[in-house]
T-cell receptor
Framework: GEKVEQHESTLSVREGDSAVINCTYT??????FPWYKQEAGKSLHFVID?????DRKQSQRLTVLLDKKAKRFSLHITATQPEDSAIYFC???????????FGAGTRLKVIA | ETAVFQTPNYHVTQVGNEVSFNCKQT?????MYWYKQDSKKLLKIMFS???????VNETVPRRFSPQSSDKAHLNLRIKSVEPEDSAVYLC?????????FGEGSRLIVV
């Protein structure tokens, strides 16, 4: 079955700097890659996603890159702010498949 | 804005007791899920229902059973809890590929 690996368990950046979180997956049939954010003591919230028909998607300060050959995708956050501090989870699934496999999470700390 | 509601938020119980968690979504989605998040924050899917039909049933102990009365409700019953069941149970509903999560139900088994 699919395995999603999140390479950084923790990441600290200074406010205003960029942060990059990397994930790899194993199933070549995976075609949908969302990112979720979990703030301390709260539940998960969707932040951005990318489908396999594109290799880049941007939404304000967030950009997701997808490299299907390497089976790798990454979340880039520019101009980080303290409120970006949270655990970020990547996930992979097949389009139309209800089963999402999550990575282990990356704890991002933005230091003021 | 919360649209996936879970009760209770927190429950402490003894080994061997029965526990039920309730989940309701007001988003009109056809698909609902139960995920388990352990103390290391690892997320594992347990069950998924589409319009009251079970469509994903991961390898979970038989003491776990989902129950759905309609597409807006998905409950989770644990018949005889074990210490390793201590976790946060997250309910979610889905439209297309995006999941919307509830605030979670934390279970502590003593």
């Amino acid at each position: 079955g699919e395995k999603v690996e999140q390479h950084e368990s923790t990441l600290s950046v200074r406010e205003g700097d960029s942060a990059v979180i990397n994930c790899t997956y194993t199933d070549t049939a995976s075609s949908y890659f969302p990112w979720y954010k979990q703030e301390a003591g709260k539940s998960l919230h969707f932040v951005i996603d990318i489908r396999s028909n594109v290799d880049r998607k941007q939404s304000q300060r967030l950009t997701v890159l997808l490299d299907k050959k390497a089976k790798r995708f990454s979340l880039h956050i520019t101009a980080t702010q303290p409120e970006d501090s949270a655990i970020y989870f990547c996930a992979a699934s097949h389009t139309g498949n209800y089963k999402y496999v999550f990575g282990a999470g990356t704890r991002l700390k933005v230091i003021a | 804005e919360t649209a996936v509601f879970q009760t209770p938020n927190y429950h402490v119980t003894q080994v061997g007791n029965e526990v039920s968690f309730n989940c309701k979504q007001t988003l009109g989605h056809d698909t609902m899920y139960w995920y388990k998040q352990d103390s290391k924050k690892l997320l594992k899917i347990m069950f998924s229902y589409n319009n009251k039909q079970l469509i994903v049933n991961e390898t979970v102990p038989r003491r776990f059973s989902p129950q759905s009365s309609d597409k807006a409700h998905l409950n989770l019953r644990i018949k005889s809890v074990e210490p390793e069941d201590s976790a946060v149970y997250l309910c979610a509903s889905g439209s297309g590929n995006t999941l919307y999560f509830g605030e979670g139900s934390r279970l502590i088994v003593v």
